[in-house]
């Protein structure tokens, strides 16, 4: 049996290795997972999850790569190895919606909002940024 760092570190190194982590980790998206852990502690699981919400009026997502961590964040949570949230709450709105229908209590938001936290202290060592320039300052 796993315990929950073995499946933390999984996850995490799964989204990082994936096309969305790929995504994440370019010269600008690999700042986005340093910054939701102080929105999350600041704002909330639910205030801060808002990022990933925002749309331009083309409807295409101003903060994908907020967008895209919390939807890997959904993902951990709804892993039935974790148990935090139901199979199949696997994306950000799913996220939501859950933590704010009715009969969902505090305790479940407090518990999505630790795991949370805990997954993230692995993803950001998985995701990286890449070299800022090859020959630079050291």
């Not at 704002?43 to 790569?65: C, I, K, V, W």
């Amino acid at each position: 049996m796993q315990n929950l760092d073995q499946i933390r570190a999984r996850n995490a190194l799964a989204f990082s290795t994936s096309p969305e982590g790929a995504q994440v980790a370019g010269q600008q998206g690999g700042e986005v997972i340093k910054k939701i852990p102080p929105q999350i502690i600041n704002h909330g699981l639910l205030m801060a999850s808002s990022y990933a919400f925002d749309e331009t009026t083309q409807g295409q997502p101003r903060n994908l790569g907020h967008r895209l961590v919390y939807d890997a964040i959904a993902k951990h949570l709804s892993d039935p190895a974790v148990n935090v949230l139901p199979a199949g709450c696997d994306t950000a709105e799913k996220l939501v919606r859950h933590l704010t229908k009715e009969g969902t209590s505090s305790n479940e938001l407090r518990w999505a909002t630790a795991e949370a936290m805990a997954w993230l202290v692995f993803a950001r060592r998985f995701v990286n940024r890449p070299p800022q320039n090859a020959g630079g300052n050291r």
